[in-house]
């Protein structure tokens, strides 16, 4: 329910700039190419300068901004590597919680099945995004968890709206899914990325999991939530987490030539985040 509400709002973002374009003077044709760009490029900016810092740290993301990928090169076109789709980037399991707060008229609703999606949005659910980003002159929107390797317990007990029939009731837990997939398309361990990338591997002390009786490497998707809970205390990933994601974020942009850091990279928005979701 939040995430097409999200998308609504991009869309609107997205018909402001073509208003704009034609209030301008431009015909219809440029006006709608000229609105994609300037959305395209707000979001890219938004990503690589306000979210990237805070999910990898700023000195990650200075370095990887300012000296491009050193081990993610898409050389012939732009793709996603399974490390990040079925790893890193699932980091976010993990910083969900369990209520959240649409808007001043509600109380704060649980995930389930309040929040479901693939359905109509009651009026009452309809999201204040000032809840969910800081804007300029309001800083308390909202916190996700700390990357803490921990997912609450609805997304342990996912609903059969979600999961459909099972056969196995473990199939109903996000972290079984999460690892099972790492699992069947074959993902390197963290041990093992991390000394690729000449990282320092956590110790099994560290990651805790011997206890329940694993013995093997750690699975990268785990590795990667406890890593960052090691080294940042759950506040941003770690540095394996944070390079893969850093990488190929940056790298997927720099990839695309219409992207504003081909086209051009001093290029600074005129709307912020808040702004564009109030379009």
Partial sequence: ??????????????????????????????????????????????????????????????????????????????????????????????????????????????????????RAVPHQHMVDWKLFFDAPERTSAQRSKKIDGKLVRPLIELPIAVTGDVEIEDYHSLAVRDLQRGQGVGLPSGETVARHLGIEPLT???????????????????????????????????????????????GLIDADSTSFRCSDRNWQPHKTLSELLAS
């Fill in 204 to 250: 099994a002390e560290q990651v805790g999991i011997a206890s329940a009786g694993w013995s093997g490497e750690t699975p990268l998707w785990y590795y990667i939530l406890r890593e960052a809970d090691i080294c940042t205390g759950g506040n941003y990933l770690g540095p394996v987490g944070g390079r893969i994601v850093a990488e190929v974020l940056v």
């Fill in 1 to 118: 329910m939040l995430i097409s509400q999200l998308h609504l709002a991009m869309l609107k973002a997205h018909n402001a700039f073509v208003d704009e374009a034609r209030v301008a003077g431009m015909p219809n044709d440029s006006a709608f190419i000229e609105a994609v760009r300037q959305l395209q490029w707000h979001y890219q900016w938004i990503v690589l300068h306000e979210f990237l810092p805070s999910l990898v740290g700023s000195t990650l993301a200075a370095e990887v901004l300012r000296d491009g990928p050193q081990w993610f090169r898409p050389d012939h076109g732009g793709f996603i590597p399974l490390e990040f789709a079925d790893a890193a980037y699932r980091y976010g399991h993990c910083q969900i919680r369990h209520r959240y707060q649409l808007n001043s008229q509600t109380d704060p609703l649980p995930l389930f099945p309040d929040l479901l999606g693939f």
